[in-house]
C-alpha cells in the first residue's frame, strides 16, 4: 500500500505561526465561541485530516519584567488560551473519524491527574486522542505555579520521563477484560484485574489504580516537539509521533532520522515514528494573487506587537533599543536567556543572518519577520504550487505529513480543504476516506 500523507491543523487563536491572523478581514475574531471550534473540526474532517492539533501555554504571554500589556493589547500569539482538554470536547462530539492532539504540561500538573484527563478523552472520543508532551521551561510559565520547585533543562525531562512512565501504567492499571458488569451476580469489575502501583519515585508517589478502565485506545497516541540532544533521547524513548518546525527539506531530514536513530538504541527498532512539519500555506487563483496575499498579510503585523513578540522570545530587552538598530548590536549585549519557550528561535535568527550575510538587518525587521512565520514554512503559490512543495517534502522521506498552520482562522483550513486537499487525493498521496479501522490504523502506527 503506498504511503499516505498526515495532515493537522493547527488550532492557536488570536495569532497562529502568523502573528496577525485575527486581523485578517475574514478572521473570526470571538475565540470564546463554542461552536467556532466545532465548525473547525467539521471542515478538517470534511478534508481527511488525522488531528485537530491544540497547542498549550500557562500563562498570558509576557515580556522580560512580566509585562504582559502590549502582547495582550495586540492580540499576540497566546493572549487567548481554553483548557486543551476541554476545547476539544465539543470538537469530538462534532466528528466521528477526526483525532486530536492536545498539548499539556508534564512539569506542572501531576501524573494521575494527566492520565484521568487522558483516560477520560480516550473513552469519549473513541480512541480518536493524542497527547503533545511537552516540559515547561520558560519563566513565564511558572508564574501561576509559585509552589513548583524550578527544575533545570535536564531535571524537567527527568520528571517527564517519571510522569510519562507512571501515565503509562496508570491506563494499564485495569486489564482490557477486567470489567464484568454482570447485573444477575452483581459483580461490576473483577479486583484481580485490577493493580496498585505503589510506586515511589525521585518526584512521585502514587498508588493507583486509575478510577477508570482501560480505554479503547488504550491511552493517548504520544506526540512531542523536543529538538535539544535530552528532548531527543526522550521523544526516542517515548514519542510516535514528532512535531517539528523546521525551515527546510535536511532539517526535517536530520531530525525524523536521528530520532529514529535514537530510538533503535533504546531497542525500539519497530516503531514507525512519524515526524510532522509545520507549513503556512498562502493560496491564491494565480502565482501572482498568492504573492499579493502574503505581502497583504505582511501589512496585518502590528509593529509594536512584533518587537513584544521578539523581545519575549528571545530574551531581549528592547526597551533601549530604537528599530532601526542594527540586530547585531543587541545580541552582542544580551544574556541569551528566554523569558518564554523558544527552542527554535534562536537557531532561527541565526539561520536568517546566515542567508543574507551582506544584509544589515534591524530589530524591527527581524522582530516583523518572525511575527510573519514564526520560523514555519511559507509555501506560496496556486493549490498546485504548495502541492507540489508538500509532494516533495513528504516523497523526499524528510516527513511524514504536515501540521498546516492558518493565516486566517478557520478560513485558511476551508481553503486548503477546497484547494489543496483534492489535488493531493489526485496524486494519491492522500485518503479520499477513512478506513475505520482505528485512529493509530489511520496514523499508519500500527504497522
Known amino acids: 500500500m503506498r504511503r499516505q500523507m498526515m495532515l493537522a491543523g493547527y488550532i492557536l487563536v488570536p495569532g497562529s505561526h502568523f502573528g496577525g491572523m485575527w486581523r485578517h478581514p475574514y478572521s473570526e475574531t470571538d475565540f470564546c465561541d463554542r461552536a467556532l471550534y466545532e465548525n473547525v473540526a467539521r471542515t478538517l474532517e470534511r478534508g481527511c485530516f488525522d488531528l485537530a492539533f491544540v497547542p498549550e501555554s500557562l500563562s498570558v504571554p509576557v515580556g522580560l519584567n512580566g509585562d504582559h500589556e502590549t502582547l495582550v493589547k495586540y492580540g499576540a500569539v497566546g493572549a487567548i488560551r481554553h483548557d486543551p482538554s476541554h476545547l476539544v470536547a465539543p470538537m469530538v462530539a462534532a466528528t466521528r473519524h477526526l483525532g486530536f492532539t492536545i498539548t499539556l504540561s508534564t512539569t506542572f500538573m501531576e501524573p494521575y491527574h494527566l ?25 513565564s510559565n511558572a508564574y501561576n505555579f509559585g509552589h513548583h520547585p524550578k527544575l533545570d533543562h535536564d531535571a524537567l525531562y527527568d520528571r517527564a520521563d517519571e510522569v510519562l512512565d507512571l501515565c503509562t501504567k496508570l491506563w494499564r492499571s485495569w486489564e482490557p477484560d477486567a470489567l464484568v458488569r454482570d447485573q444477575a451476580t452483581g459483580i461490576y469489575a473483577d479486583p484481580e484485574k485490577i493493580h496498585r502501583l505503589d510506586h515511589a519515585g525521585a518526584y512521585f508517589n502514587v498508588r493507583g489504580p486509575l478510577s477508570l478502565p482501560r480505554g479503547p485506545g488504550g491511552g493517548p497516541v504520544l506526540m512531542m516537539a523536543g529538538v535539544s540532544s535530552r528532548g531527543r533521547d526522550f521523544a526516542a524513548r517515548w514519542a510516535e509521533v514528532i512535531f517539528a518546525i523546521q525551515s527546510d527539506q535536511q532539517g526535517m531530514r536530520e531530525l525524523r532520522d536521528n530520532v529514529r536513530a535514537r530510538a533503535a538504541e533504546l531497542g525500539r527498532t519497530g516503531a514507525p515514528i512519524k515526524l510532522l512539519a509545520a507549513v503556512q500555506p498562502i493560496l491564491g487563483e494565480t502565482r501572482d494573487i498568492a504573492q499579493a496575499r502574503a505581502a497583504y498579510l505582511d501589512r496585518l503585523i502590528h509593529p509594536e506587537m512584533a518587537r513584544a513578540f521578539f523581545a519575549a522570545m528571545l530574551g531581549i530587552d528592547l526597551s533601549h533599543y530604537a528599530p532601526s538598530t542594527p540586530i547585531e548590536v543587541v545580541l552582542a549585549a544580551s544574556d541569551g536567556r528566554s523569558a518564554v519557550d523558544a527552542g527554535a528561535a534562536r537557531p532561527w535568527l541565526q539561520r536568517i543572518i546566515a542567508e543574507r550575510p551582506d544584509h544589515a538587518w534591524t530589530v524591527d525587521e527581524i522582530a516583523i519577520k518572525l511575527a510573519q512565520s514564526s520560523s514555519t514554512p511559507r509555501l506560496i503559490g496556486t493549490a498546485s504550487d504548495v502541492a507540489d512543495e508538500l509532494e516533495e517534502l513528504f516523497l523526499s522521506e524528510a516527513c511524514d505529513g504536515f501540521v498546516v498552520t492558518p493565516t486566517h482562522f478557520p478560513g485558511s483550513f476551508e481553503e486548503f480543504t477546497r484547494a489543496v486537499v483534492p489535488e493531493l487525493q489526485r496524486r494519491g498521496l492522500m485518503r479520499t476516506q477513512y478506513k475505520h479501522e482505528g485512529f493509530r490504523s489511520e496514523l499508519g502506527l500500527d504497522a
Open 115 to 139: 492520565a484521568r484527563i487522558f483516560g477520560t478523552l480516550d473513552h469519549f472520543s473513541a480512541g480518536r486522542i493524542a497527547w503533545n508532551v511537552v516540559t515547561s521551561a520558560g519563566e
